[in-house]
C-alpha cells in the first residue's frame, strides 16, 4: 500500500525503493529536506510468508542531522477501488468486502493509523504500524468472519515478532542456492548474471506456496525419507537452464511473477521434476538448482550435465537435498588456470542418510567417500 506522505516545511525529497531478497521486505527510503536537516522516511512492506494473508507495514520517521524541528506529517492511504466497499469502522479497523467471482468474497480489515500527527522539537524518531488482513468465503459475511479470525491472530503477536516470522521462514526456504560471481566476469554472457538470478528466484518465491511453512525444511523431513526433497530421482533431464533468457529474468507485475513461475513449473515438470515441482516452494527451488548446471538425479548417481564452455566461469550450488544429505557443488577457477577445480562436499541431515561417495566423469578412476 503506497502511503502519500506531506511533510510541513519539506522543500525537496529524494527517494529510493529496493527489494531484499534475503528477507522479502520491501523498503522505500525517502529524505525530505526540512530546513538544515533531512527527515528520514523507512516505509517497510511485507506479505508475511508463512501467514499469508497478513500483510505488515512500518513507517519510521527519523532526523538525520543534530538539529531536529517540530514539524506536522500528513497521511494520505490510496482511496480503495470502487468495487471495494466499507461496511464497517471501529476505533482500532476498518472492514471492506468485495466480490472476487460469483459465490466468492473477499474481505479486508486494516488496522487505523493516524492521518496526522506532530513530530515535536525534541523527538528524534516515531514508528508507525499497520496490519491488514485477508479472508474469503462464499459469502461476505463468512469472509468477514475469517478476516476478524486472522486480525485476531495477528493482533496477538508484535509486529517485531510477526517481521522476524517473516524473515525466518525466507531463510528456511532458501534453503538451496546459485551462487555466482556479482562482478560478472564472462564477457560472452554465458550464464545469467547473479542479480538477474537473485531477481528470479525472488519472484518466483514471492508467488509460490511454501508447504513447510515456519518450519525448518530438514525438521519437517526428518521422519520422510523418500520424500521427493530428499531423493530427487531424475531430476533435472534437460539441457542447463542457464541457457535460457526466457527463465531468467526481471518481472515488473504481479502477473508477469506468476506467467514465470508457471513457465518455470512447466519446463522443470517436462524434464523430471514433477515431484520436487509438486512439493511447493522449496521443492520447486532445489529444481531450479538442479536445472541451472544441468544436474540430474538417477536413482544411483548425481551427474554434472554442464557444457565444457561454462566451465570457464566460477559457480556454486549450495545444499542440495538428496538421500537425506545435503551436498555443495562449487566450480572454483584460478586466474592462471584454464578450467575450474570441481569441489564436492557433503553432510548428512538425518538419521536416513546414506553413504554417498564421489568420482570424476565415468567413475573409471579412484571413488572417494564423502
Given at each position: 500500500?503506497?502511503?502519500?506522505?506531506?511533510?510541513?516545511k519539506?522543500?525537496?525529497?529524494i527517494?529510493n525503493?529496493f527489494?531484499?531478497?534475503?528477507?522479502?521486505?520491501?523498503?522505500?527510503?525517502?529524505?525530505?529536506?526540512?530546513?538544515?536537516?533531512?527527515?528520514?522516511?523507512?516505509?517497510?512492506?511485507?506479505?508475511?510468508?508463512?501467514?499469508?494473508?497478513?500483510?505488515?507495514?512500518t513507517?519510521?520517521?527519523?532526523?538525520?542531522?543534530f538539529?531536529?524541528?517540530?514539524?506536522?506529517?500528513?497521511?494520505?492511504?490510496?482511496?480503495?477501488?470502487?468495487?471495494?466497499?466499507?461496511?464497517?469502522?471501529?476505533?482500532?479497523?476498518?472492514?471492506?468486502?468485495?466480490?472476487?467471482?460469483s459465490?466468492?468474497?473477499?474481505?479486508i480489515?486494516?488496522e487505523?493509523?493516524?492521518?496526522?500527527?506532530?513530530l515535536?522539537g525534541?523527538?528524534?524518531?516515531?514508528?508507525?504500524?499497520?496490519?491488514?488482513?485477508?479472508?474469503?468465503?462464499?459469502?461476505?459475511?463468512?469472509?468477514?468472519?475469517?478476516?476478524?479470525?486472522?486480525?485476531?491472530?495477528?493482533?496477538?503477536?508484535?509486529?517485531?515478532?510477526?517481521?522476524?516470522?517473516?524473515?525466518?521462514?525466507?531463510?528456511?526456504?532458501?534453503?538451496t542456492?546459485?551462487h555466482?560471481?556479482?562482478?560478472?566476469?564472462?564477457?560472452?554472457?554465458?550464464?545469467?548474471?547473479?542479480?538477474?538470478?537473485?531477481s528470479?528466484?525472488?519472484?518466483?518465491?514471492?508467488v509460490?506456496?511454501?508447504?513447510?511453512?515456519?518450519q525448518?525444511l530438514?525438521?519437517?523431513?526428518?521422519?520422510?525419507?523418500?520424500?521427493p526433497?530428499?531423493?530427487?530421482?531424475?531430476?533435472?533431464?534437460?539441457?542447463?537452464?542457464?541457457?535460457s533468457?526466457?527463465?531468467?529474468?526481471?518481472?515488473?507485475?504481479?502477473?508477469?511473477?506468476f506467467?514465470?513461475?508457471?513457465?518455470?513449473?512447466?519446463?522443470?515438470?517436462?524434464?523430471?521434476?514433477?515431484g520436487?515441482v509438486?512439493?511447493?516452494a522449496?521443492?520447486l527451488?532445489?529444481?531450479?538448482v538442479?536445472?541451472f548446471?544441468?544436474?540430474?538425479?538417477?536413482?544411483?548417481?548425481?551427474?554434472?550435465?554442464?557444457?565444457?564452455?561454462?566451465?570457464?566461469?566460477?559457480?556454486?550450488?549450495?545444499?542440495?537435498?538428496?538421500k537425506?544429505?545435503?551436498?555443495?557443488?562449487?566450480?572454483?577457477?584460478?586466474?592462471?588456470?584454464?578450467?575450474p577445480?570441481?569441489?564436492?562436499t557433503?553432510?548428512?541431515l538425518?538419521?536416513?542418510a546414506?553413504?554417498?561417495y564421489?568420482?570424476?566423469?565415468?567413475?573409471?578412476?579412484?571413488?572417494?567417500?564423502?
Amino acid at each position: 500500500m503506497n502511503w502519500e506522505i506531506e511533510i510541513e516545511k519539506s522543500r525537496e525529497k529524494i527517494e529510493n525503493a529496493f527489494i531484499d531478497y534475503r528477507t522479502g521486505l520491501l523498503t522505500k527510503s525517502t529524505c525530505h529536506g526540512v530546513a538544515d536537516n533531512c527527515l528520514h522516511v523507512s516505509h517497510k512492506m511485507l506479505v508475511h510468508r508463512s501467514q499469508p494473508n497478513l500483510f505488515v507495514q512500518t513507517m519510521r520517521f527519523t532526523w538525520t542531522g543534530f538539529h531536529l524541528h517540530e514539524v506536522d506529517i500528513s497521511i494520505n492511504p490510496p482511496a480503495p477501488k470502487s468495487s471495494i466497499k466499507k461496511v464497517k469502522t471501529t476505533e482500532e479497523t476498518e472492514e471492506f468486502t468485495y466480490r472476487i467471482a460469483s459465490g466468492l468474497y473477499a474481505a479486508i480489515i486494516t488496522e487505523i493509523i493516524p492521518d496526522s500527527f506532530s513530530l515535536k522539537g525534541d523527538e528524534k524518531t516515531k514508528l508507525l504500524s499497520q496490519k491488514i488482513v485477508f479472508g474469503m468465503a462464499k459469502t461476505s459475511e463468512a469472509a468477514l468472519e475469517v478476516a476478524r479470525k486472522n486480525m485476531k491472530t495477528a493482533q496477538k503477536q508484535s509486529d517485531l515478532k510477526l517481521i522476524e516470522d517473516h524473515e525466518r521462514a525466507w531463510k528456511d526456504l532458501l534453503h538451496t542456492g546459485i551462487h555466482l560471481d556479482p562482478n560478472d566476469p564472462d564477457p560472452h554472457h554465458i550464464i545469467p548474471r547473479a542479480q538477474l538470478v537473485n531477481s528470479t528466484v525472488h519472484s518466483i518465491m514471492a508467488v509460490t506456496a511454501s508447504k513447510t511453512q515456519t518450519q525448518a525444511l530438514g525438521a519437517d523431513y526428518q521422519l520422510v525419507p523418500n520424500s521427493p526433497i530428499m531423493t530427487p530421482d531424475y531430476c533435472y533431464n534437460g539441457v542447463a537452464t542457464l541457457h535460457s533468457n526466457s527463465l531468467w529474468k526481471d518481472v515488473q507485475t504481479i502477473d508477469e511473477a506468476f506467467a514465470l513461475r508457471d513457465t518455470w513449473q512447466l519446463t522443470l515438470k517436462n524434464h523430471g521434476c514433477d515431484g520436487l515441482v509438486y512439493a511447493g516452494a522449496e521443492g520447486l527451488l532445489q529444481a531450479m538448482v538442479l536445472s541451472f548446471a544441468g544436474l540430474q538425479f538417477t536413482s544411483e548417481h548425481l551427474a554434472l550435465g554442464t557444457d565444457p564452455e561454462v566451465l570457464h566461469n566460477e559457480i556454486g550450488l549450495s545444499n542440495i537435498r538428496y538421500k537425506n544429505s545435503s551436498i555443495d557443488i562449487y566450480l572454483i577457477k584460478e586466474d592462471d588456470v584454464e578450467l575450474p577445480e570441481i569441489h564436492v562436499t557433503a553432510r548428512k541431515l538425518t538419521k536416513f542418510a546414506e553413504k554417498i561417495y564421489a568420482c570424476e566423469a565415468g567413475c573409471m578412476l579412484q571413488i572417494e567417500p564423502m
